[in-house]
């Protein structure tokens, strides 16, 4: 099993996973996000109503680095980590099926047509008011590709290709099965296990442990797994003091926090501005305030999207936590936002429409709407496109007003430094559900896998503080590189047990021709059949030999041996035959093999399911121990 | 192979009643539906759940021999409530409680018809099952709602007290697991279940069951013709050892939608001009939801002002529950949702008792559908004598009630202590109903749903 890294850690995830299934290999494309740090680092702001012509680069993985097209399948864990998709789909020539669940399909699609409007072609970098020069990163400095946006019309074309999935639904492709479980961050977020007969591989992306909107967390499903991958460094503790250990904060917790910053600020009369996205971590800010805070003045959330994404809210009672759920069978509405919309006290617009930036030229509409001191909630949550740049510039200048930057990920200094100097209060209250290191531990506690691949900062080493590294109380960690812009690899390879057994089909001529006999014991029936093996999709399918296929099959002997050594047969067998010195050893590089060393002939016996070696100096010794073998531990059919 | 599968019917069999099929499959016993019978009033509305062991036999000598004798009934198991002296237990000794757990892996229900589901809170609350119980996500919210509505009538109109109880219904509710479509649910170790899409009505599934090489699909209720608010039935190329398929319709092949629909449409207009009441009798929820979409979309084309109504307080529910799980709908309402949601009908307000009063035309959706019962019986009573007046009977009747006699021709209709009722308005049944007919059924299954002379059609 191999996996590569192909974006950097914490920023929008893609992994590139090949592990054996069925009777070959199968490629599967974990995620496809977007790397959106650099568009924070560029000082430029994009306009979202005028403009001739893109100029910003998004960062993405670099589909020229692997073979697209031997892609079996991509799999997307939520709506965030599939903004690249589209440059995947519409630019290259992958074929690949695509899966991701029904509601992060719905979310994705409004998340990558806002990115569009904010960033897409229609739109030009601005000349910052203030002086300051756009500051674009330079091609060389990404590990990855830069590419303009794609349009409005990919995004369309791109989710017409993607295959929605439910929770627990089994797809089988190229001789592996995918099946996606809830990992309760967003609306339709999931873990993903991808098993083969003989290995069960499971794909952790942002999970969250905290009980808010989504389904919970599902830990069942993925016990009993082989390998599993955490694609991402946890969200970092909380450090109260600098000198002092960082601590775990609850998500419930910063949730308090925000509304105490609004309520605050709301009540001296500022204005409060939150840049965030208009779905996920909203709908438990809105929660939170209609809680917490008496509004004077209706809420505002502005985003092209907005009333897309409320109306989305209203349909996906399948989607939702068991809380949220039961609302729906009532059945009643299960979001507390869509009452607060319902008696005007939560109004989404799709854009301020400021034109250029004076009040006097403020759209109507929202000019009647927006009744200070209030709260507006706005994109993108960059701070470099939409309107929360408009909001941010009116807002700034006075001391009583708030920004607040909640969004995981534009929760920095820099999301706000083409805006400064600022005079209203800004505050940095990450809402981050995802689980941070000793919850994600004890995930991985509890799911037990026999090896655990984590990022190499998560992973125990001289220079990772202890609270921020994972364990694996079942077995091996193995650190996983991070992608860098030098172009070093970031790919990790897993030993693996080989496959004992494949599945394959029979064609119904075949299976009509074949006569059974029983074995004895309960239910094993065998048969003997000349046929002939031929692979598609990483599926064996047997069917009836041609007049050709006859001819070589002729060649092949009559006898088959059945069945493999077992290590206390063999032993066993040994001992018979009077050797005493014996030393048994399990092979570290490959699971289920044994090295067996008879000391007084210093003959040394490879013993796994698929083959047995024997090393020595004398063919006497050699030939007894096949005979041996041959007797007692394979049978003859 | 784990050998036979035995197939038990407790209810359906040959007749549109209660459907409640037992499959055996080694150890595994799984109760698909668990339906009542609209035509009776007595104990035999329920499936005689008293069979259980005789009727699955071996597979259920093989479970107990294998599983720990029954235990007592648990201390928490809340004894019958007051006035509602279990029906059964005058017929048959009742089984004592949790004993059905040990026959029975778990309970299917298919759609939430009552038919198909309306004895759930008998078996679980009155007859002590407390196993798994699996449904849609739709089925979960819509079934307590027509549950509630159905005990309504018949404990606190009709005064019969040997009913289940409101709060039967809510603690049954919270037995049910919900499932999506295609989702794969492990039941057992050895058991595993998935819904597929059904058509129908909203929720409504086709499940697959599969246990070890073993496996079978009940259909329940399904409908391969998409109509204005679902999409046709759909199941991925399982290939199921056994197929048990519903066949109310087998016998027929109906006219295509289209002329069904406008045939309809004609008719409800042409009397309503002549100043005539035309009432529908539907199921609260399901087809009463495709009429109302076509009737609302024909009085916006034709600029028509006769007022059309729906009985009950259910339509505000209804809405919402079609609202909340529009994703079950068709591809086309699931895409317009956030401009226009269809199930916010312009031309169609709550009903009022004192309006079946009003002189003029008038177009009245009530439940029930069969007549059997409730405001589409009261309202009959009232406009049947009318000569310009239209009933249109959507649905199938079951034999026994007054829908059925009144579409086989009866003339006058008699009431215990009242005076009869002559039928003078024109009665007509179109076909126009959720389930597959000839054409959408498969060639080779186990029938459920039908009587005795058309299923022969099947066996030549």
Same mark, same amino acid.
């Given at each position: 099993m191999r996996v590569e890294n192909l974006l950097p850690f914490g920023a929008g995830q893609c992994m590139l996973l090949q592990m054996e299934g069925g009777a070959g290999r199968a490629t599967v494309l974990l995620d496809c996000g977007i790397d959106l740090v650099p568009l924070c680092a560029s000082k430029c702001l994009f306009h979202p109503t005028e403009g001739f012509g893109a100029s910003v680069k998004f960062h993405h993985?670099?589909?020229?680095?692997?073979?697209?097209?031997?892609?079996d399948a991509v799999v997307i864990s939520n709506h965030l980590n599939m903004l690249a998709l589209p440059f995947l789909t519409e630019y290259t020539r992958c074929t690949a099926k695509v899966y991701a669940t029904n509601a992060a399909v719905a979310i994705g699609r409004l998340m990558m047509l806002e990115l569009v409007e904010y960033f897409g072609n229609r739109s030009r970098p601005v000349p910052f008011p203030f002086g300051l020069t756009h500051h674009g990163t330079a091609?060389?400095?990404?590990a990855g590709a830069l590419s303009y946006l794609y349009t409005a019309h990919d995004v369309e074309a791109c989710v017409q290709k993607i295959n929605g999935v439910n929770y627990h639904e089994v797809t089988d492709i190229a001789g592996v099965s995918l099946q996606a479980v809830s990992s309760?961050?967003?609306?339709g977020s999931a873990n993903w296990i991808i098993s083969s007969l003989s290995e069960k591989f499971v794909y952790l992306c942002?999970?969250?442990?905290?009980?808010?909107?989504?389904t919970a967390l599902d830990v069942?499903?993925?016990?009993?797994?082989h390998v599993c991958l955490v694609a991402s460094p946890p969200p970092p503790l909380f450090s109260p003091q600098p000198q002092q250990q960082p601590q775990c904060y609850s998500y419930e917790q910063t949730l308090q926090e925000f509304t105490a910053i609004v309520g605050s600020t709301l009540r001296q009369g500022g204005n409060v501005l939150v840049p965030c996205y208009p779905t996920g971590v909203l709908f438990d800010l809105l929660e939170q305030l209609h809680k917490d805070v008496p509004l004077a003045h209706p809420a505002l959330v502005v985003s092209p999207r907005a009333n897309e994404h409320f109306a989305y809210t209203t349909i996906c009672t399948e989607w939702l936590c068991a809380e949220k759920q039961a609302l729906g069978f009532i059945?009643?509405?299960?979001?507390v936002h869509t009452a607060m919309h319902a008696c005007g006290s939560l109004l989404h617009y799709?854009?301020?429409?400021?034109?250029?930036?004076?009040?006097?030229?403020?759209n109507a509409v929202f000019a009647t709407a927006l009744r200070e001191p209030c709260i507006v909630f706005a994109g993108h949550p960059s701070c470099r496109g939409g309107d929360v740049t408009h909001l941010a510039r009116m807002w700034?200048?006075?001391?009583k007003n708030a920004v607040v930057l909640v969004e995981p990920g534009f929760c920095?200094?820099?999301?706000?430094t083409p805006f400064e100097p600022l005079a209203c209060q800004v505050h940095y209250c990450e809402c981050d559900p995802r689980q941070q290191c000793p919850q994600l531990g004890s995930l991985i506690a509890a799911v037990r896998p026999d090896h655990l691949l984590a990022p190499a900062c998560c992973?125990?080493?001289?220079?990772?503080?202890?609270?921020s590294v994972l364990a694996n109380p079942e077995g091996p960690v193995t650190p996983f590189p991070e992608r860098k812009a030098d172009g070093s690899t970031a790919t990790v390879v897993i030993p693996t047990a080989q496959a004992r057994y494949h599945n394959a089909d029979i064609t119904p001529e075949l299976g009509k021709a074949l006569q059974t006999h029983s074995l004895?014991?309960?239910?094993v029936e065998i048969a003997t059949a000349s046929c002939v093996f031929e692979t598609k999709d990483n599926r064996l399918v047997l069917h009836n030999p041609s007049l050709a296929d006859m001819k070589l099959l002729s060649?092949?002997?009559h006898k088959h041996l059945w069945g493999s050594p077992l290590l206390s047969t063999f032993l066993n067998a040994l001992l018979e035959a009077g050797v005493n010195e014996i030393a048994v050893e399990a092979d570290e590089s490959r699971r289920g093999t044994y090295v067996v060393t008879l000391r007084d002939t210093n003959t040394v016996v490879w013993l796994s399911p698929t083959e047995t070696r024997v090393d020595t100096d004398y063919e006497e010794v050699r030939l007894q121990l096949r005979d041996i073998i041959l007797a007692k531990c394979l049978r003859h059919c | 192979g784990t050998g036979k599968i035995r197939v038990v019917p407790l209810g359906a069999g040959q007749d549109v009643g209660g459907s409640c099929v037992l499959v055996c499959i080694g150890k595994v016993v799984v109760m698909f539906d668990c339906g009542m019978h609209m035509?009776?009033?007595?104990?035999?509305?329920?499936?005689?759940?008293?069979s259980i062991p005789e009727a699955i036999g071996v597979a259920a000598a093989q479970a107990q021999a294998h599983t720990p004798p029954p235990l007592p009934p648990?201390?928490?198991?809340?004894?019958?409530?007051?006035?509602?002296?279990?029906?059964a237990a005058t017929v048959a000794a009742p089984l004592?409680?949790?004993?059905f757990n040990e026959l029975i892996t778990c309970v299917i229900v298919s759609h939430f018809h009552l038919d198909h589901c309306g004895a759930l809170p008998h078996f679980t609350e009155q007859r002590g099952y407390s196993g798994p119980i699996f449904m849609t996500y739709p089925t979960k919210a819509v079934a307590p709602i027509l549950l509630e509505d159905y005990r309504k009538i018949t404990?606190?109109?009709?005064?019969?007290?040997n009913f289940f109880t409101q709060q039967n219904v809510k603690d049954c509710m919270n037995k049910v697991t919900p499932l999506n479509v295609?989702?794969?649910?492990?039941? /057992?170790?050895e058991l595993q279940v998935r819904p597929w899409y059904a058509?129908? #009505?909203?929720?409504?599934g086709l499940w697959e069951i599969r246990v070890g090489t073993e496996s079978v699909v009940y259909t329940g209720d399904y409908n391969m013709t998409p109509d204005r608010h679902l999409g046709p039935a759909f199941i991925a190329?399982?290939?199921?050892?056994l197929l048990i398929t519903e066949s109310t319709y087998c016998t027929t092949i109906r006219d295509s939608r289209r002329a069904r629909e406008t045939d309809l449409l004609k008719r409800v207009h042409k009397c309503v001009e002549r100043g005539g009441k035309v009432l529908i009798p539907v199921f609260a929820l399901g087809r009463a939801q495709e009429l109302m979409i076509l009737l609302d979309m024909y009085w916006e084309r034709m600029n028509l002002n006769v007022p059309i109504y729906f009985s009950g307080g259910l339509i505000q529910k209804a809405n919402v529950v079609y609202t909340n799980f529009i994703?079950? /709908?068709?591809q086309k309402i699931k895409q317009t949702y956030h401009k226009r949601? #269809?199930?916010?009908?312009?031309?169609i307000q709550p009903f009022e008792r004192?309006?079946?009063?009003?002189?003029g035309p008038m177009v009245l959706f009530a439940?029930?559908?069969?007549?059997?019962?409730g405001l589409s019986l009261d309202v009959f009573k009232k406009w049947?004598?009318?000569?310009?007046n239209l009933v249109i009977l959507p649905g199938y009747c079951s034999p026994g009630t007054m829908g059925n006699a009144v579409l086989n021709g009866a003339k006058r209709l008699d009431f215990e202590g009242r005076p009869s009722i002559d039928v003078r308005c024109t009665v007509i049944a179109l076909s126009f109903s959720a389930h597959a007919d000839a054409k959408g059924l498969p060639e080779q299954s186990w029938f459920g749903h039908n009587n005795a002379a058309s299923l022969l059609k099947f066996q030549i």
């Open positions: 993985p670099d589909f020229a680095s692997i073979d697209v097209e031997s892609l091609d060389a400095q990404v309760g961050t967003y609306l942002d999970c969250c442990s905290a009980l808010h909107h989504p069942m499903p993925l016990q009993k797994c059945p009643e509405t299960p979001f799709p854009t301020t429409a400021y034109q250029v930036f004076t009040s006097a030229q403020r700034g200048s006075s001391p920095s200094a820099d999301v706000l992973v125990q080493s001289p220079s990772n503080p202890p609270w004895g014991g309960d239910c060649l092949t002997p | 035509g009776y009033t007595d104990h035999r509305r329920f499936p005689d759940f008293s648990a201390a928490t198991a809340t004894p019958p409530p007051e006035g509602s002296g279990q029906a004592p409680a949790g004993s404990v606190e109109r009709k005064g019969d007290n295609k989702e794969l649910i492990q039941v /057992t170790d058509g129908h #009505v909203l929720g409504a190329p399982v290939r199921p050892t994703n079950w /709908t068709n949601n #269809v199930f916010d009908f312009k031309h004192n309006i079946a009063e009003n002189p439940t029930p559908g069969m007549l059997h019962t049947a004598p009318g000569e310009a």
